[in-house]
């Protein structure tokens, strides 16, 4: 209990930090937030009211206090550069990134455990070679090893932008499989919105997964030649008995924290595969924020994508407390 | 453990079956075009920029969404192909013999978008909420006076030029609603807006013109960047855009058609006349030697660029100074005596200022560092977003030299004005008491041939100070697919989607 407020407790200082740096990020930033919006021939008198009218005429330490309070209230203002308010685009925008991190995680588990799994399998005679001397299995095992290595190498080397571009490329344009751009909203049909998803999830998935695997694969490998799987054998159990019932539960939770990390990056949107597949969610609208000094957005989804970030921590934090008596304890 | 493992193996396999089964259902081809058996006729039209405002009579907007409301909202007057105005929601005029009072007879019958009838007075309406937002020309307005179908606007000083300006939007009277429910007369409605994804324009069905619009839908799609841009084009979720020629030339020809327009703005290497060395007329007329705008036109634009040697569009024919297109013709050793008696043989460092989201003004730039090397100047290019360079290079006028288009309106008066000496758009900082004099009384000369002549001469002035090095009105090109027709070249930039036929 103490440990669950002491979390609590530590997420809130995070998230004022943030709130300092990103309102004095953007209010360090070269750029009139009144002369973007009002053009190049707008009069001093223009730039004055609107300045006014959105209280930038207010010292900077009453501007962020404005801001945090209504930011707790819920209160976040209106944008300068939609002329509505920050609510209701963000109402908008944030499910669709939402959806789009969900596939990305469906993928990255589906990718990043399911090939682990599969390698040890098909390698599984290696680490009870001890017990069997089937050379010719150990020579495929060895070759599987290195397939998914270097794929892995592969996958966690090719920049995020890079791999939306290839995706585009290769599934879009050249197989096919879905039209680049073609983005659908929700409300039209969501087999369309979900299928469009599915290969921008896929390229943010493509370094996540591979980090993903190749940890729980270190992890169950070490796990399978270690003493308890000895005994596990000796017991007459399986390779895939020993693999399932006793090496992978340990191996995961070895990967938990790395997994919290892949969780809170995926969550906090991808703005670079957001722009790149044309998707409207909180990427987008933070860089278009961020071009037009279009300060209370922008200011409002570093918000969100901090709050993000620390929840999924968090959780994370009580999950694995939850499923590794050790920390239960310290 | 073991029914949680396999599960586990279950779960994972059935999400990755799903994932590739959905991946791989073969998705019926984009139908863009929307031409059904319904006989629907709709267009996606791509767009790299988002309008910033869809009210009419705010001075905030992009030219490219200028462009867009072109075709929702019209004044007493519209601009044709040929650059002349025709009579719009004016059914006639008269302009008296002083040039200072405009009398327009209103066109009857004429319905805005919300069914209502249009009367003088929501000119009226419109054109004093234009002048008090600050849009272009308007000041000079003393009085206007609405009766019934009648409508007298009176000006405070002659202005000749006064009519181009009239082709601002009109709204009904009293209608403060426009951000969010703009209304117009236009040929389309706005039927919806979503930020960041699209604007849809639907068919004003009881437009006062007959034939037009030809289409009943255009949806303005809004991509990222030019590569979502180019593979949205490829890929045919949009039927057509705005592109470059690099762009252009990525494009199937057996799919698509290419027009090229001129973008009505004059690309320049513009100099702060009042920093050190550029304050010395003999530098800046060394950098016009030494810069080869036909080299930069063919190697950076392929070719697809009109010469420019004032800041006057090509366009506009009649007033275009031709003596001045090629006054500095490329010579590097001039350039070099030049700055020698400048006082400068060894050349000096140069910081070119360019806003980094113009990738052709970026990569001008670049060819422009490398042509002022050959007379010893060291040119840096320093890339700043378009924030920054609004107000620090723009509105504060600090810097030494920026790349940049610059755009006006059908009246060439808006291509020149910023150059009198107390102008608050006067980004070059020039001061000439000569221009500023052939100035003030182009823009009262009431005879025609009078008018051009001293426009001609002040852009000679312009020439001669080298105010700034212009380069050229760089070509838009439009790519759209070949079963639609009848794309306008317009002299502005504006895109009529009211004449675009789908076959």
């Given amino acids: 209990m103490r440990q669950v407020l002491s979390r609590i407790v530590s997420s809130i200082i995070t998230l004022a930090l943030v709130s300092v740096l990103a309102f004095a990020a953007f209010n360090i930033i070269p750029g009139d937030p009144a002369l973007v919006a009002l053009g190049t021939e707008a009069s001093q008198e223009q730039l004055d009211e609107l300045r006014v009218k959105y209280g930038y005429d207010k010292p900077p330490f009453e501007r962020y206090f404005l801001w945090l309070s209504g930011l707790v209230k819920g209160q976040l203002g209106d944008s300068f550069r939609y002329h509505r308010s920050i609510s209701s685009l963000l109402e908008e925008c944030i499910p669709i990134t939402l959806w789009l991190s969900a596939i990305s995680l469906a993928l990255i588990l589906a990718m990043g455990i399911g090939a682990p799994i599969g390698a040890a399998i098909s390698s599984s005679l290696e680490f009870s070679a001890r017990s069997s001397p089937a050379r010719k299995k150990k020579h495929a095992g060895r070759l599987v090893e290195s397939l998914l290595m270097s794929t892995c190498a592969i996958g966690m080397s090719i920049p995020e932008f890079l791999a939306g571009i290839l995706c585009v490329w290769v599934f879009g344009l050249t197989l096919k499989w879905f039209t680049p751009g073609l983005f659908v909203p929700k409300s039209e049909s969501f087999s369309a919105f979900a299928s469009y998803l599915v290969f921008p999830a896929f390229s943010i998935a493509m370094p996540c997964s591979a980090m993903l695997c190749r940890g729980l694969y270190a992890s169950l490998k070490k796990e399978m030649s270690s003493p308890y799987i000895m005994a596990v054998y000796s017991k007459g159990a399986s390779a895939t008995r020993a693999l399932f019932s006793h090496a992978l539960k340990n191996a995961i939770v070895q990967n938990l924290a790395l997994f919290a990390s892949i969780v809170a990056f995926v969550l906090s949107g991808s703005i670079i595969t957001e722009k790149v597949f044309s998707i409207p969610g909180i990427g987008l609208f933070l860089v278009s924020a961020v071009s037009s000094r279009d300060l209370p957005l922008a200011q409002s989804i570093v918000m969100y994508i901090a709050f993000c970030v620390v929840l999924a921590n968090a959780l994370i934090d009580v999950a694995i407390a939850l499923i590794d008596p050790r920390l239960r304890r310290s | ?503």
Avoid at chain 2, 160 to 184: H, I, K, Q, S
Wanted: glycine residues 6%; hydrophobic residues 40%; negative net charge.
């Fill in chain 2, 1 to 503: 453990m073991r029914k949680i493992a396999k599960a586990t193996i279950c779960l994972t396999l059935a999400l990755a079956i799903l994932a590739i089964a959905t991946a791989c259902t073969p998705k019926p081809p984009a139908n863009t075009n929307g031409n059904g058996d319904d006989g629907f006729k709709k267009l996606i039209w791509g767009s790299m920029t988002e309008p910033v405002t869809l009210d009419p009579l705010s001075a905030q907007n992009t030219a490219d969404g200028r462009s867009i409301l072109f075709n929702v909202f019209e004044g007493l007057v519209k601009p044709e192909p040929d650059g002349s105005l025709s009579n719009c929601l004016a059914q006639s005029y008269e302009i008296d013999e002083a040039a200072l009072v405009y009398t327009f007879r209103i066109r009857e019958g004429v319905l805005f978008h919300n069914g209502a009838t249009l009367t003088a007075e929501d000119v009226k309406y419109s054109i004093l909420q234009a002048q008090e937002q600050s849009l272009p020309g308007l000041s000079a307005i003393e009085g206007i006076d609405a009766n019934g179908m009648d409508l007298e606007v009176v000006l405070s000083a002659p202005d000749t030029f006064f009519l181009p300006y009239l082709t601002v939007g009109v709204v009904p009277d009293g209608y403060e609603d426009r951000e969010a429910n703009p209304v117009g007369t236009g040929p389309f409605y706005i039927a919806s807006y979503s930020p960041q994804q699209n604007l849809v324009l639907a068919k004003h069905e009881s437009y006062w013109k007959s034939g037009v619009p030809l289409l009943d839908e255009v949806v303005v799609k809004f991509a990222a960047d030019t590569g979502a841009l180019l593979s949205s084009l490829q890929a045919g979720v949009i039927d057509g855009s705005n592109v470059n020629y690099v762009q252009a030339g990525q494009l199937d020809e057996s799919q698509f058609n290419f027009t090229n327009a001129q973008s009505a703005s004059v690309q320049a290497l513009f100099l702060n006349n009042a920093v050190e060395p550029l304050d010395n007329i003999n530098v800046r007329k060394a950098i016009a030697y030494a810069v080869d705008k036909g080299q930069i036109v063919q190697t950076v634009f392929n070719g697809h660029g009109t010469l420019a040697g004032s800041p006057m569009i090509p366009g506009l024919k009649q007033y275009v100074n031709n003596d001045i297109a090629d006054a500095y013709p490329t010579d590097i050793q001039m350039a070099k005596s030049l700055l020698e008696k400048a006082g400068y043989p060894d050349g000096f460092e140069l910081k070119i200022t360019i806003a980094s989201n113009y990738t052709m003004h970026v990569d001008t730039g670049q060819m422009i560092v490398n042509q002022l090397e050959q007379i010893g100047i060291k040119g840096t290019i320093e890339l700043v977003d378009l924030a920054t360079w609004l107000s620090s290079t723009y509105r504060g006028r600090q810097y030494e030299a920026t790349i940049i288009s610059v755009d006006g309106s059908l009246s060439p008066s808006s291509f020149m004005s910023r150059y009198q000496s107390q102008s608050e758009s006067n980004f070059v900082n020039y001061s000439s008491e000569k221009y500023d004099e052939l100035f003030s009384r182009a823009i009262a000369a009431i005879d025609i041939d009078e008018r051009i002549e001293l426009f001609k001469q002040a852009q000679q002035t312009l020439s001669d100070d080298v105010a700034s090095v212009y380069l050229q009105d760089i070509d838009s090109i439009w790519a759209i697919k070949k079963e639609y027709s009848g794309i306008v070249d317009y002299p502005i930039y504006v895109f009529d989607f009211s004449k675009i036929v789908l076959d």
